[in-house]
């Protein structure tokens, strides 16, 4: 991502928390007009093209996209638009962004990062289900329906949302990969971050809370942390949050040990 880009998501970013009227309409119509401008590349490049005019980019907005969404909507893809990015894809991926985080704007007593990881770990636990969603072959819409069957009274509306528009158009992107994106995006929307954490045995309240509270204080912000259980780890925990990783697991303690005595 180049830093014009980085400057134009923030920015965007920024007027979608103050925009009034989000709602999951309006995030609906976000995810439909990344599809659409991933499918009209021409359009997509209009709407990032450095040598026009930030106006000139606002008014192809409004004249493509006026009649077909709410005045919400318009406002939020001209705000993206009048953005200087450093690409027409990242212009596209920028419009999806905003979509997802306009998705947990629109629910806020949802656990959006919880669910989507949840649907992440059965995907990665069903290859078949991963392959029918992520297959380039497969029927976008079917693939987009197939989500909305499986999550129906399972998950809160934005998720379903979320995971049933990205499934649709993942580009050249893993389902896994797409979903992790999501999950980093709802955290960064709600001012906190992920930490997944692997343990050999389910973590109990009190030490779910207790861990959320010590990585608060070394990172400075709230983390939402999501539990993967492996036996293979024995005890301790591995906990990552971005690139970095807290291993304290027994499994690569014994490692260790074996190491040190064999050399």
């Known amino acids: 991502m180049g830093a ?10 920024a007027a979608l928390s103050t925009t009034a ?35 000139s980019r606002a008014k192809v907005v409004e ?13 939020v893809l001209a705000a993206a638009a009048v953005e200087r990015w450093s690409s027409a894809h990242d212009f596209v ?46 029927d976008a819409e079917a693939k987009g329906e197939l989500v909305e069957t499986l999550l129906g009274g399972r998950a809160s509306e934005a998720t379903t949302l979320i995971v049933s528009s990205l499934v649709r158009q993942p580009g050249e992107r893993r389902v896994r990969e ?3 994106r999501a999950m980093r995006v709802v955290a960064a929307e709600r001012e906190r971050t992920v930490a997944t954490v692997v343990s050999a045995v389910a973590l109990t309240d009190a030490q779910t809370e207790r861990l959320g509270a010590a990585l608060a204080a070394r990172y400075g912000t709230q983390v939402s942390i999501n539990t993967v259980i492996d036996e293979s780890i024995v005890g301790g925990l591995r906990i990552q949050i971005a690139n970095d990783v807290i291993d304290a697991s027994v499994s690569t303690r014994l490692a260790d040990l074996r190491h040190r005595l064999a050399g």
Do not use: C, M, Y
Request: avoid cysteine.
């Open 63 to 75: 004249d493509v996209f006026g009649a077909a969404v709410s005045p919400v909507t318009r406002q």
């Open 4 to 13: 014009a880009t980085t400057h134009a998501q923030e920015a965007a970013n």
């Open 21 to 55: 009227g989000v709602d999951l309409t309006v995030a609906t119509e976000l995810f439909q007009a990344a599809r659409a401008l991933a499918h009209r590349p021409t359009l997509a490049g209009a709407l990032a093209d450095w040598a026009a005019t930030p106006e």
């Open 178 to 180: 797409v979903l992790s």
């Open 93 to 138: 991926f920028g419009v999806e962004e905003l979509a997802v985080r306009a998705a947990s704007k629109a629910a806020p007593s949802a656990d959006v990062e919880g669910e989507l990881f949840r649907v992440s770990r059965t995907i990665a636990d069903n290859p078949q289900l991963e392959l029918a969603l992520g297959s380039r072959l497969g």
